[in-house]
DNA sequence: CAGCATCCTTATCGATACTG
DNA sequence: CAGTATCGATAAGGATGCTG
């Protein structure tokens, strides 16, 4: 898994990826439609969403269901795979928030032992045009 | 945690990127010198682990221990707040591995069912420079 | 609604040189 | 050994237009 050559490293990277890990997670509770996803994992774009959907399928972490009414539908859900590693990443993300406050007061105390320019830290998240 | 302005976000990247959470695995067992971590890590670059590193230590996940004798030493090792993210990692870690055989699988019928060119999977991880 | 193709901007990353 | 600073290549990501 640390060796660049393991093949378990590309499947980590979509897992762990910046949406692989949100959209795994979105899915957890059940199937959503390619919309819903977009609207729940804020701030991903068209594009990235079809890229990481089709990454995460590929390795059979989520599954793809066309419904080929008017308008087209299309429902993704977690594989029994998908689901025992979004259980995880799920369980990973409920005890981040537990930790948040210790994490921003670390970054306080951080910031206090350097005289970081108040600007350099980054809390940015892109631009709204979400 | 879905949300993008949520600061949980920032450390969910932190963690979960393609390096900080290698980096947060790798010092699961015990505490590493820069360039033991360095050759853990496979593949990373001494900018991004430097990198890595200091986002870490400013989330309050890893402490810098400076030994100033010479040649200078410097240790990084867990905080409790670290080591509890760690160890969720490496239960991801393991459980994917173990998971690997059925995602190897799944990218084999995944490429049979749509005819992508046999060099287009990602299975790139850069170049034997390290 | 879901997804592809294209262009273009931006961030990521690696190689190099230098400090302590 | 550990880390900073800079530069150039590359890849990720966003905006737009088009298809079914």
Request: aromatic share 6%; proline share 6%.
């Amino acid at each position: 898994m640390f060796a660049r050559t393991c093949p378990s490293r590309s499947a980590l990277e979509h897992v762990t990826g910046r949406w692989g890990s949100l959209v795994l997670g979105a899915l957890g509770p059940g199937p959503l439609r390619f919309n819903e996803l977009r609207r729940r994992v804020d701030g991903v774009s068209q594009k990235i969403l079809t890229q990481t959907l089709q990454a995460l399928e590929r390795d059979g972490f989520v599954e793809r269901n066309l419904i080929s009414t008017f308008p087209l539908r299309v429902e993704y859900s977690l594989t029994p795979v998908g689901a025992s590693v979004a259980h995880r990443l799920l369980a990973l993300f409920a005890h981040l928030e537990a930790q948040m406050p210790a994490v921003l007061d670390a970054q306080r105390r951080y910031a206090q032992r350097a005289d970081r320019s108040p600007t350099s830290g980054d809390v940015s998240v892109g631009p709204s045009s979400g």
